[in-house]
């Protein structure tokens, strides 16, 4: 997929002395300090495919070039505006699921579940809601633009980037101040990490992060843990595998994060190549989150779990493709895996499969991944609503 163009381009610096520069610095090294101890996951993970992998130092460079070397050039891009746009109803953006706590989390899988009820109730009337999706999606994007239309709302957007203005070279930050011009809620997915974080930083509407790179996925983790109470009456105390992809899959990184409220135990399955990151392993010892690392996906892991959260392989995530051939069908769930495992087992997905899940498993009690998706609906109304600043 080609990329677009985040920042526009520079101006030339004019004239700028040195006790600026060594202010830059210093602001630099106070950003990053902020920055690690107050974000859940201090770096973003790096793929080849990170523009940004120090998303934050370059959003801060370029911030403080326009502040403090060359203010002259300031209206040659907007500066970040107050990352959670406020009015009377207090719209807010969904960037990371680190920023909901254990309240918050319970109280939206309530509202979704009264969405459940009575998905058509008409309370988007008059409300524009757009779907700016850079990177590929069938479930995420289709599922947000039935919630709105099944709450009588309008929504407008794009599918294929190659469509837009940023194949021409429009920035980011430029897309998203024209978009808000339209819509009152914008829901974006995008390859690069860290791309909500930006919009939601520059957009004077709410942002939902639908996906951003390997980082995260929200909207999914409520649908995860939405599936999750649903089948198992509970989020407490569960002992849940995550299987595959644990490197770039981002609805795992989300989950684990969202799961520090229920005392969960984890089992980390993957192929050495795809182990679950280091970051998100301290975050665990950080939270108290028990959890295990296995390369071999054995039975009894199987017969012991309430939850199998099974994910793909991503081959879009890889820039060897000789690496992916040789991870891409590590594990494969199949119906005769799962003849002595508890009652209450559900095998989750965040979808689409590629193999990791035989289709005789379609057939089994255990599979839940097609009922999950539909999950996604309420769930997603739930989380429009709320950013919209919406009682439901
Ligand atoms: N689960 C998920 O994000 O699916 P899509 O890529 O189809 O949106």
Request: net charge positive; glycine share 4%; aromatic share 8%.
């Amino acid at each position: 997929m080609k990329k677009s163009r985040t920042f526009a381009p520079a101006p030339r610096i004019t004239r700028h002395s040195t006790r600026d520069v060594v202010q830059l610095v210093v602001y630099l090294v106070w950003d990053q300090v902020v920055a690690r101890s107050s974000r859940v996951i201090p770096t973003y993970p790096k793929t080849r495919r990170t523009l940004w992998t120090g998303f934050p130092l370059k959003c801060t460079i370029r911030v403080l070039f326009y502040k403090k070397i060359c203010p002259s050039a300031k209206n040659a891009v907007p500066l970040p505006k107050q990352s959670r746009p406020m009015n009377n109803n207090n719209p807010h953006s969904l960037v990371t699921i680190a920023d909901l706590s254990r309240e918050k989390i319970l109280s939206l899988l309530d509202a979704a579940a009264r969405f459940e009820e009575q998905p058509n109730r008409k309370i988007l009337d008059g409300r524009v809601v757009a779907t700016l999706f850079f990177e590929p999606s069938t479930r995420t994007r289709l599922s947000f633009e039935t919630a709105v239309n099944r709450l009588g709302g309008r929504v407008i957007g794009f599918s294929d980037a190659a469509t837009t203005s940023s194949s021409k070279g429009e920035s980011l930050n430029d897309t998203i101040m024209m978009v808000s011009n339209y819509a009152d809620l914008i829901v974006m997915r995008h390859h690069l990490e860290g791309a909500a974080r930006y919009a939601s930083e520059v957009s004077p509407v709410p942002i939902i992060n639908a996906g951003d790179g390997a980082n995260q996925h929200p909207s999914q983790t409520m649908l995860d843990l939405y599936s999750i109470r649903k089948t198992q009456g509970t989020l407490e105390n569960l002992d849940i595998c995550l299987v595959g992809d644990l490197k770039y899959g981002r609805t795992v990184h989300s989950l684990i994060m969202a799961m520090r409220h229920f005392h969960p135990h984890f089992h980390f399955i993957a192929p050495r190549e795809l182990a679950m990151p280091e970051e998100y392993k301290l975050y665990c010892r950080e939270h108290g989150i028990d959890y295990d690392e296995s390369t071999e996906f054995s039975q009894q892991a199987i017969d012991r779990a309430d939850i199998i959260y099974m994910t793909r392989v991503q081959r879009e995530r890889f820039t060897d493709l000789m690496e992916y051939e040789r991870v891409k069908n590590v594990y494969v769930l199949r119906a005769d895996m799962l003849q002595h495992t508890r009652e209450n087992l559900r095998i989750l997905h965040p979808l689409p499969r590629v193999g990791e899940i035989a289709y005789d498993v379609d057939a089994c009690p255990q599979a839940y991944y097609f009922r999950q998706a539909k999950n996604g609906l309420y769930v997603r109304q739930a989380l429009i609503c709320d950013c919209l600043g919406m009682e439901v």
